[in-house]
């Protein structure tokens, strides 16, 4: 069983990435597979600023390239592998897993860590993916500091849109939250929050059709789904830029695992230990129902992940 691996792991994301790193100090023979970019949500970002230790006063030095380089050198360093490839499928029932890659090899190991993550629901506006990273955001805590006594705007109309408009407030000098609807889908506490404060201005039956700007976001255009009108708003020019915070729901990143592992809503359904109900097979990060999505409590999942397989292996396998 000399060529099998201890551990693959699905998924180059911190999640993928501090399990690669635990499992691989732990002596087990690790693989670590990522299709695109290594990083996930964070190579999307432009600064990141809030992880623990990762701290600079110059901003390019808190590019999160910077963070994800650091956590792929230390994961060769201790021994791991890491292979730039797509995943096609998994076979996960047998004691020996089977991960086969869109090319057509198979590798077999004794556990798998799938840690595919999941995106940001995209709202489908104009210039929503152009200007991501330079106004529009899909979390709050990560960058409600960049426009701090600056206008933002917020669309959804759920817990979290509600949730982070009220967060969004603690920064920005007004909150603009767009509702397609004619109510919000939230607990009646937080939209009594959310009408009690006096940053936060709710628009119901608004959406944003277009996002317009030199580079960063300078304009938005609206309409008031209820009686057609369109408008256009400007940033104020003393701050040249405004934010465009959206909050639409997330896809976990799954589809491969359908009918393999435990799922709700799509997401994969692990303990805290990231014990999936297969033997053998544990999940991480993003792709679990979890109330934080950051890059904190992505590498918590991947390291208690790595550690759970290693037990797991130990336990199961001869030496």
Excluded: W
């Amino acid at each position: 069983m000399s060529n099998i691996y201890d551990c693959i792991i699905i998924g180059g994301g911190p999640s993928g990435l501090a399990a690669s790193i635990y499992s691989a100090r732990g002596r087990m023979k690790t693989l670590l597979l990522e299709k695109g970019s290594f990083g996930g949500q964070i190579s999307i970002t432009e600064e990141l600023a809030n992880y623990p230790g990762f701290y600079s006063d110059h901003e390019e030095d808190l590019h999160p390239k910077n963070l994800i380089n650091k956590m792929i050198d230390q994961a060769k360093a201790f021994g791991a592998e890491i292979v730039h490839k797509e995943v096609s499928d998994v076979s996960l029932d047998d004691k020996i897993k089977k991960v086969t890659l869109a090319y057509g090899t198979v590798y077999e190991t004794k556990s798998v860590i799938l840690a595919t993550g999941a995106t940001p629901r995209k709202l489908g506006c104009k210039g929503e993916v152009e200007y991501t990273g330079k106004g529009v955001s899909y979390c709050a805590t990560c960058d409600a500091n960049f426009f701090e006594d600056m206008e933002v705007f917020c669309v959804g109309g759920g817990d979290t849109a509600v949730e982070e408009a009220i967060y969004l407030s603690k920064f920005a000098r007004k909150v603009t939250l767009l509702v397609r609807k004619d109510h919000v889908r939230c607990a009646k506490s937080y939209l009594e929050k959310a009408n009690a404060n006096p940053k936060i201005e709710i628009k119901y039956r608004h959406e944003l059709l277009e996002l317009k700007g030199d580079g960063i976001v300078e304009s938005a255009i609206l309409l008031n789904n209820e009686t057609g009108e369109t408008f256009e708003y400007f940033a104020d020019e003393n701050d040249g830029t405004f934010g465009v915070f959206i909050f639409v729901g997330y896809v976990p990143q799954t589809k491969l695992f359908d009918g393999k592992v435990g799922m709700q809503d799509g997401y994969i359904l692990t303990d805290e230990e990231m014990k999936t109900n297969v033997a053998g097979v544990f999940a991480c990060g993003d792709l679990r129902p979890k109330m934080l999505k950051q890059v904190i409590t992505a590498t918590a999942d991947g390291a208690i992940a790595a550690i759970s397989a290693h037990k797991y292996v130990e336990e199961n396998f001869d030496h």
